[in-house]
């Protein structure tokens, strides 16, 4: 890339990291409010969420905007 810094504003971080930084915030229940998917409403944990957000584009992506979003509001 010789030197420029990339345009993806997740570049370096990882889908750990932002799990445990939207449950930190807003913790599972209002998690699973923000974002509709059972990983978060039933028994949910770090592992358990990692494996199916890995597998689940879609759900993937709305957990990186819920993360990009509330990052940018906490500025």
């Known amino acids: 890339m010789n030197g420029q810094q990339s345009n993806d504003p997740l570049h370096g971080i990882t889908l750990k990291y932002i799990v445990e930084y939207l449950v930190d915030h807003y913790g ?38 819920l993360y990009l979003y509330t990052v940018a509001r906490k500025k």
């Open 28 to 65: 599972w229940k209002e998690l699973a409010n923000e974002i509709r998917i059972n990983c978060f409403m039933k028994d949910p944990s770090i592992k358990s969420s990692l494996t199916f957000l890995r597998k689940t584009p879609w759900a993937r992506k709305k957990v990186e905007d």
